[in-house]
């Protein structure tokens, strides 16, 4: 049994994939490819593969993990260039890497995710009014947003402030733009989503949802 992680892309139409249909098409892919996955065992066995850290729905990536294993073992670059030939546009792979002797997985490993966020302000902002936002912004001792417990489906009050690691502001005519290195894996875990309503409420700007773009750039794992 071998372990492979594969880096690959996901833009344009395909951001709106979600997560199990991206699941579900890797794996025609991989049998599309005749790549020998490994199953796991019991009454309704299933393919050994999994994602680093789920891209929600929407957002855009250049930077997202896949991890599986084989029955044989395969060569690095043969297996980036079966599975690139079975993607559909949008996808791009990047790199395949062995992930043999690795006792955790990535997803078990993942600490941290970095982000480009897009938000239209309505109005010019020049580099140093952006700049003066972000240190202001920073400079709380506590960022309050609602979040929907999964439990209870209620509003809870959480503070965000210690769940991100570091934040900037850049102008870029009408739009915002914002770069976020924020907790993310099992440990601890920061959605942009409460980001955005937590800038926007700073802001004191109204923000339509379907008018915010959200990338994915980088995973950080241990």
């Known amino acids: 049994m071998s372990q492979y992680a594969i880096k690959f892309s996901k833009e344009g139409y395909i951001c709106y994939?979600?997560?199990l249909d991206l699941l579900r098409l890797f794996k025609r892919a991989f049998k599309?490819?005749?790549i020998q996955l490994s199953y796991s065992q019991g009454f309704n066995p299933h393919p050994k593969m999994g994602f680093a850290q789920p891209l929600s729905l929407g957002y855009a990536s250049v930077g997202e993990y896949l991890e599986f294993e084989t029955d044989k073992a395969y060569d690095t670059e043969e297996l980036k260039h079966l599975v690139s030939a079975q993607m559909p546009e949008g996808i791009r792979v990047f790199s395949c890497e062995s992930?043999?002797?690795?006792?955790r997985s990535l997803a078990a490993r993942n600490l941290a995710a970095e982000y480009i966020i897009g938000m239209p302000m309505g109005r010019e902002f020049s580099r140093e009014e952006s700049e003066t936002l972000c240190q202001n912004f920073l400079a709380q001792e506590s960022i309050l947003v609602l979040k929907k417990q999964k439990k209870t489906g209620k509003m809870k009050e959480v503070d965000i402030r210690?769940?991100?690691q570091s934040l900037n502001f850049l102008a870029a005519g009408e739009n915002l733009l914002i770069t976020g290195l924020l907790d993310a894996g099992s440990h601890s875990n920061l959605s942009p989503e409460l980001l955005i309503t937590a800038i926007a409420k700073f802001l004191d700007i109204p923000v339509d949802r379907s008018e915010v773009g959200v990338m994915r750039t980088k995973l950080f794992f241990e």
């Open 17 to 19: 994939t979600s997560h």
């Open 32 to 34: 599309k490819a005749e």
């Open 99 to 103: 992930m043999d002797g690795q006792k």
């Open 162 to 164: 210690g769940k991100i």
